[in-house]
Structure formats: structure tokens, C-alpha cells
């Protein structure tokens, strides 16, 4: 049987899991957050807002409240989805040829989802649109954290300097720093900075392009950082640091790819008057930030950094 010739479509088990796989790896987020298990819909977490203090207490005194507070944290779901179109005649092609369709949409559509965590999670942007979505408030964006370092003309060759900065930032709102994500741009500035003599001041990490750790913290490389070519305007965001496992998120589904045979479930025409078919994927994730202040942002104030 034909792999797109039912009306439903079940991906081959070594398609389906690199699928996974890359919407995760592909993530700058996933990379340094770990997801954690989901059900469908709001998820309340409990965070504690003032940390309880011991009290000594004396020989027959009364003991008092250690002022330990609590509160909330909802995280929302947010789907995304990605619909390709093939003209009708890829159904009656070989089963190597189809198999080859459906490994473009893993391809392709495993980086889309993967880039769509990050530019919603730091941006709250819809990647389909390039603006931002109303419907991710900004507590729940990264980027809005209001602890951020500018890059200056005077420290445009000093980048680990900028990012010590930042990281002092994260520190003295009480968190610590254990992951950055950079926008390649800005990881080659700092890969590539070098001593007055001109020896390299990180020769390991190259040219910045597939860098894992810097300066003992867990580190990632994407331009999802920046929020370019997506976002419609340029965020200037060139590297996040922070304490990662305040950013809490999951996959709530993972529905199936799903082949469409009839009507226009994309605006641009009805298939079968077009002779074509179309392949869906989509995801639910949700995700919150226990507090912007985990986070800091180091900004572009000089123009092409």
C-alpha cells in the first residue's frame, strides 16, 4: 500500500522519532531547559516568593511564623502547527519517492516546532507572522527580563566582559547563571575575541558556530536568540543568560501528521481544484517563566554587532 494513500498517515517508526528528536535538539530552550511532563491545558505551579528564615528559639519562649510565603505560576498552552502542500500526483509515486516527502517534512518541519519554542519562549512571536502574539503576555517571554547589558562602541571587542555583566545581574536577584544562548552572530564576536598580542581568548570554542559550554555554563548557538529572519523587526537581543529551570515547559500533544486530502485548510485555495494535497504537523506545548529576574539580556547598541 502506497505510504499517502489513506486517508489517514502514520509516519514510519525511524522517520517519526528523528522528527522528535530534531524539534527538540533544534531548540535553544530544549537544550538548555529540560521539558518536563504535561496534561493538556493551564498547569498551575507553586513558587515560593519569600524563603522561610529558622528562628532560635529560647527556653520556654513561644515560637513564631517563619514568614515563608507562596504563590502561583499558571503555565499556558501555546500550539503551533506547519502545513505543507505537494501536488496530487505525489500519491502515485513509488514508496521511496513518498518516503522522501515525508523526510522533508521531518526535516523541515521538526525546525520550524523546534524554533517556534524559542521564538515564542524569548519573544513571544508567531513565526508565521514575524510580530509578537498577544497571546503570550510578557512575563512569559525571556526577553522582557529588565536585567540587560548594552554592547557599547566601548566594549565591542570586550563581549566576555558584557556577559560578566549580565551574569552579575542574574546573581544579584539571587539566581545562578547554569546555561546561555547565543545568537551566532554574537557567539563568533566572542569565539573570535582576542588578547592584545592576538592569541585567542576562547581557541576552543572556534568559530562560534557549535558551541556547548562557555565559562562552565551549558551554552547553545541560534539565531531564534535574535529572533531573526522571523521576527519583523530586529529584537537586537544578541545573548540570554540565566538560571534555566525557571523557564518550566512541555509538550502537552503531539498530534499526528495528518494528510489532507479536500477543502482549504491553509487560505491559499481549495486542493482539490489546485490538484494538490496537503501534510499537517502540529504540537502543543506550554510553558511559563517562575520570574524574569532568572534571566538577562545582552543587547546590540552598535549597529551590525
Do not use: C
Not at 189 to 216: C, H, M, Q, W
Request: charge should be negative.
Amino acid at each position: 500500500m502506497a505510504v499517502l494513500a489513506t486517508s489517514g498517515l502514520t509516519l514510519p517508526k525511524n522517520i517519526a522519532e528523528g522528527l522528535w528528536k530534531k524539534a527538540q535538539t533544534g531548540s535553544a530552550i530544549a537544550s538548555l531547559s529540560g521539558a518536563e511532563p504535561q496534561k493538556f491545558g493551564e498547569v498551575t505551579h507553586m513558587t515560593l516568593t519569600g524563603r522561610p528564615r529558622a528562628e532560635l528559639v529560647g527556653e520556654g519562649a513561644d515560637k513564631n511564623d517563619t514568614n515563608a510565603t507562596f504563590g502561583t505560576k499558571v503555565v499556558t498552552p501555546h500550539k503551533f502547527q506547519v502545513t505543507m502542500r505537494f501536488n496530487e500526483e505525489v500519491q502515485w509515486a513509488d514508496e521511496d519517492y513518498q518516503l522522501g516527502v515525508l523526510t522533508t517534512l521531518a526535516d523541515e518541519g521538526g525546525q520550524a516546532l523546534a524554533r517556534a519554542l524559542d521564538l515564542g519562549g524569548f519573544h513571544g512571536i508567531n513565526p508565521r507572522a514575524g510580530t509578537v502574539s498577544s497571546s503570550i503576555v510578557a512575563g512569559d517571554r525571556i526577553a522582557s527580563t529588565t536585567n540587560s547589558v548594552e554592547i557599547t562602541t566601548a566594549t565591542l571587542t570586550t563581549p566576555d566582559i558584557v556577559i560578566e555583566q549580565a551574569a552579575g545581574l542574574v546573581i544579584s536577584d539571587g539566581y545562578v547563571p547554569n546555561g546561555i544562548a547565543f545568537d551566532p552572530t554574537y557567539s563568533w564576536t566572542v569565539a573570535t575575541a582576542r588578547y592584545e598580542d592576538g592569541r585567542k581568548k576562547y581557541p576552543e570554542l572556534g568559530f562560534g558556530a557549535n558551541i556547548t559550554s562557555f565559562e562552565g555554563l551549558k551554552a547553545y548557538s541560534s539565531s531564534t536568540v535574535s529572533g531573526l529572519p522571523e521576527a519583523s523587526a530586529n529584537t537586537n537581543v544578541k545573548a540570554i543568560i540565566g538560571q534555566w529551570d525557571a523557564f518550566r515547559w512541555g509538550v502537552q500533544r503531539r498530534l499526528p501528521v495528518e494528510l489532507i486530502k479536500f477543502g482549504d485548510p491553509d487560505g491559499l485555495g481549495d486542493l482539490k481544484r489546485k490538484n494538490q494535497i496537503a501534510l499537517r504537523l502540529e504540537v502543543v506545548y506550554g510553558w511559563g517563566v517562575m520570574d524574569l529576574d532568572a534571566f538577562a539580556t545582552v543587547k546590540d547598541a552598535v549597529a551590525n554587532v
